[in-house]
T-cell receptor
Framework: DSGVTQTPKHLITATGQRVTLRCSPR?????VYWYQQSLDQGLQFLIQ???????AKGNILERFSAQQFPDLHSELNLSSLELGDSALYFC??????????????FGEGSWLTVV | LAKTTQPISMDSYEGQEVNITCSHN???????ITWYQQFPSQGPRFIIQ???TKVTNEVASLFIPADRKSSTLSLPRVSLSDTAVYYC?????????????FGTGTRLQVTL
């Protein structure tokens, strides 16, 4: 158990809908990262937050947004869902931002299926 | 943006040593190199991390040459339970910052 908690574990929704994925980082971790992994694909970086502020942006679609709250949990909002958005969405956390030796720990993922 | 590449797959027999290499010729100066193991439908699990030369822990070793353009994860005496996908994670420069980028992943199959 990495200590990173994601909910829900599984989610099925229809095209055009909007969903919110939630992440609680490990105790003491200030950074949260979101990654997307489609079937048999690699891990694509979406976005990173550090202590409530956006720090880095990857291949995140405009239909997607995220935020990190004062209690450090994070939410990833996916809207106008398309079939191609079906994927595993991972949250990860680390103590710091980008200092050397900063280890990132991953949650078990939220499996989104768009039908 | 240069890709971080790994062999697609590797096969090994139980008890052998396995070496998986990641090529990252555009790595950020200050970023570490981290390796993860992933089982199907599970989150990546941290294996080992290093900056240069050699790092060893209870499960693996990591070899990083002086130019840091590649890294090699070494798994001693693999078992069936080591069958998984292995990813390297490195920082790739993007302007004044860097972006953490996973390698393409290596699917390791261990058999008897």
């Amino acid at each position: 158990d990495s200590g990173v908690t994601q909910t829900p574990k599984h989610l099925i929704t229809a095209t055009g809908q909007r969903v919110t994925l939630r992440c609680s980082p490990r105790s003491g971790d200030l950074s949260v990262y979101w990654y997307q992994q489609s079937l048999d694909q690699g891990l694509q970086f979406l976005i990173q937050y550090y202590n409530g502020e956006e720090r880095a942006k990857g291949n995140i679609l405009e239909r997607f947004s995220a935020q990190q709250f004062p209690d450090l949990h994070s939410e990833l909002n996916l809207s106008s869902l398309e079939l191609g958005d079906s994927a595993l969405y991972f949250c990860a956390s680390s103590v710091g931002d980008r200092q050397p030796g900063n280890t990132i720990y991953f949650g078990e993922g939220s499996w989104l299926t768009v039908v | 943006l240069a890709k971080t590449t790994q062999p697609i797959s590797m096969d090994s027999y139980e008890g052998q040593e396995v070496n998986i290499t990641c090529s990252h010729n555009n790595i950020a100066t200050n970023d570490y190199i981290t390796w993860y193991q992933q089982f199907p439908s599970q989150g990546p699990r941290f294996i080992i991390q290093g900056y240069k030369t050699k790092v060893t822990n209870e499960v693996a070793s990591l070899f990083i040459p002086a130019d840091r353009k590649s890294s090699t994860l070494s798994l001693p005496r693999v078992s069936l339970s080591d069958t998984a996908v292995y990813y390297c994670l490195v920082g790739v420069p993007t302007g004044t910052a860097s972006k953490l980028t996973f390698g393409t992943g290596t699917r390791l199959q261990v058999t008897l």
